[in-house]
């Protein structure tokens, strides 16, 4: 006989245990069952044939951009590195560093960033710092200074003037050599053209200078390239025969005045009686692409016009610290004689 629908309701012996323990209350318990799906890689869980088919229907941009976000099975990278030979040794002796024969840097040939640096430098070397000027410019008033001016700098000028000084005092040392231009007291004249530096220098006041004696001060050198300095020849007598041995020696631009001073050995002879001296030359520098142009001879004549404020000075009261062979030839075609004053720095 089929039962009653009543009889289905009917709670089992188990739940009037738990309805009399819970204090005859009865509640009503929904159990949830989930069925786990299995697992697609491709980024997409099937769970009857109608969602298969709407999945199909979906754009193959969104499986690529699921694809993207889960990690690679069974793939090994296997790149093969590629070496490429860029620089030949064949015996060069500037393999690993050339240097410039115009402003004497050494750089790498083929390095980017060094070949950027060396530029860089170049160009300020030959032409100058680049300087766009100041507001509060101390301007020395030279009328044969046309087409640029003289600017001064003093110890108590701003912070932003002295930094630029100190850029082209690192410059000048480069040539002049190091740690001995500047100091305190110095005065910098920098001569301006076409918005940079195209010569500087540094004057000290002092109180006493000597003659430097004419016989080491007479010989005149170009001061840009010294091409050949020849040696005394020597005869080679073989038998009836008679050779003429000549040694020639080169010196590139940059160093010419070094090359110079190595036959003196750097030394100059001077008076040993003092004479009066106001203003001392320490140091004078004028970029390569603008020497020969009279830019030295201004900044000595800015020099006397303004060092001791308005009293202009004597040419007899300016004297030069120790001399290279430029600056020899320098201050003789400036005092018209080669018995100019120098004084101990």
């Known amino acids: 006989m089929q039962s009653k629908i009543s009889s289905f309701f009917k709670p089992s012996s188990s739940d009037e245990n738990d309805l009399s323990a819970r204090g005859g209350k009865k509640e009503h318990a929904i159990v949830n069952t989930f069925k786990r799906r299995a697992r697609n890689f491709d980024g997409v869980s099937f769970s009857s044939n109608e969602s298969a088919l709407d999945s199909s229907k979906k754009p193959r941009s969104e499986d690529l951009s699921l694809k993207s976000q889960l990690p690679e099975l069974g793939r090994t990278l296997n790149k093969k590195r590629s070496y490429v030979q860029l620089y ?4 060069q002796s500037d393999f690993l560093l050339h240097t410039c024969s115009t402003c004497g840097f050494k750089y790498a040939r083929g390095d980017e960033s060094d070949e950027k640096v060396h530029k860089s430098f170049h160009k ?13 410019e101390r301007v020395v008033g030279m009328p044969s200074a046309e087409g640029g001016r003289v600017i001064l700098v003093l110890d108590g000028d701003p912070p932003a003037h002295k930094n630029k000084v100190q850029e082209v005092l690192q410059m000048m040392e480069f040539e002049l050599g190091e740690g001995w231009i500047f100091q305190k007291i110095c005065q910098v004249y920098m001569f301006i053209s076409s918005q940079r530096v195209a010569g500087c220098l540094v004057a000290e006041p002092i109180k006493e200078g000597f003659k430097l004696l004419s016989c080491f001060g007479d010989e005149r050198t170009d001061g840009r390239i010294l091409k050949k300095c020849r040696s005394h020849s020597a005869t080679l007598q073989f038998g009836e025969i008679s ?12 160093r010419s005045s070094n090359a110079v001073d190595e036959k003196h050995n750097g030394t100059i002879m001077c008076e040993n009686e003092a004479v009066p001296a106001v203003c001392g030359i320490r140091a004078i520098w004028v970029t390569p692409s603008n020497r020969r142009k009279g830019i030295a001879s201004l900044l000595l004549d800015a020099v006397r016009r303004s060092f001791c404020g308005e009293i202009v000075l004597e040419k007899s009261q300016l004297a030069f610290s120790q001399p290279s062979s430029t600056g020899k030839a320098l201050a003789s075609n400036y005092f018209g004689t080669a018995s100019f004053l120098v004084y101990k720095t």
Do not use: D, M
């Open 124 to 136: 300020n070397y030959t032409h100058g710092i680049q300087f766009k000027g100041w507001r509060n």
């Open 243 to 254: 050779l003429q041995r000549e040694v020639i020696k080169r010196a590139s631009s940059v």
């Open 88 to 91: 030949l040794e064949l015996g």
